[in-house]
């Protein structure tokens, strides 16, 4: 981040920031990232950056002290977020089963804070929004969310039509990128089954069709929207972004061992979903052509290519490190 956004961050009064911004900041358009500390928000974060933009971000936990630490679930903390000419909102409680568990405060998250307004609200939405019976999925089709994570983005995107009118919703699925470990994100997390090639065999779902979508991305899409609204008001309302390859978890795990030369043969996969967790849709494959006629897209390099760009951190073999990305 640039110094700048050290400013911002010691600043937490609208009247401040706007002094701030107007005497100390350089000029250009200014984007405010909501969970700037997150998978998604790290790489929106450096997408605009690299272009030009003056970033700043929020986080929670991880915030300090790159970031102003804000909990959205506090109304008088979002009502003090600065207006920024973007405000991209990353942050959430993303994960389906933590959900079910503590409800209260994700929904609070996931849709209340959805009313935090710059002059362009960009919010990440989900493919859970579809129960997955009937891929694919256009922008215009009805959702139907199978657990109470889709249901809050769901309603966490009304919010955001409703309270900013031109807000562009972005919804995409299951995410992966450059990770600070590999449980971060449930792409990644399948390298502890291929790491583990031992006797024991490792049961991986083989059930569920996912699209395994970079976050690197859909940053640049959030960045490429963002700066077309500018000129542009008819880009508005809902947008799909999507990863083009169709694989289950084990088929991830079995294309990551390959990338790596490692063996697969202690992966086995699992066609029957495992009881006890939050329900899933079957198939949520995004319809992406919105984006794509409006050249706002861009071309995902292949999986095996940039999943292991982004494990090769996390090799045990040292080799890897060396002679194919050094
Ligand atoms: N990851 C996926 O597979 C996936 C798939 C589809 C859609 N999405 C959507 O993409 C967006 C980004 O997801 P992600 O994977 O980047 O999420 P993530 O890595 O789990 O990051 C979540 C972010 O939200 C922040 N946060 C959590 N609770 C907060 C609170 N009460 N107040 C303020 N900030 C809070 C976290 O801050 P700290 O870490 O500092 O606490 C973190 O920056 C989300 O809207 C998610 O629904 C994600």
Redesign the pocket.
Known sequence: MSSACAEQRLVFSPGLVQLVQDEVLPQGPRVVV????????RAVCREFQNHGWTVSG??????RPRFLR????DEDAVRFLFQPDVLVH?????RPDVMERNADAAVS?NVH?STACGALLIY????YVFDGRNPPYGEDDCPNPLNLYGRS?LEGEREALRHCPGAVILR????FGEVESVT???VTSLWQQVQEATEERRALDHCLQRFPTDARNVAAVCRKLAERARQDPSIRGIFHFSGKEQMTKYEMAVAMAQAFNLPSNHLVPLTELPAGSAPRPVNSQLNCSRLEQLNLSVEPRAFSVAISECLWPFTADKRWRQTVFH
């Open positions: 909501t969970g700037a500390t997150g998978l998604l928000g929020t986080g929670l936990r991880r915030a804000c909990d959205l679930t990353c942050a959430a409680e993303r998250l804070a990440i939405s989900t493919d983005k995409v699925p299951v995410l971060e994100s449930a």
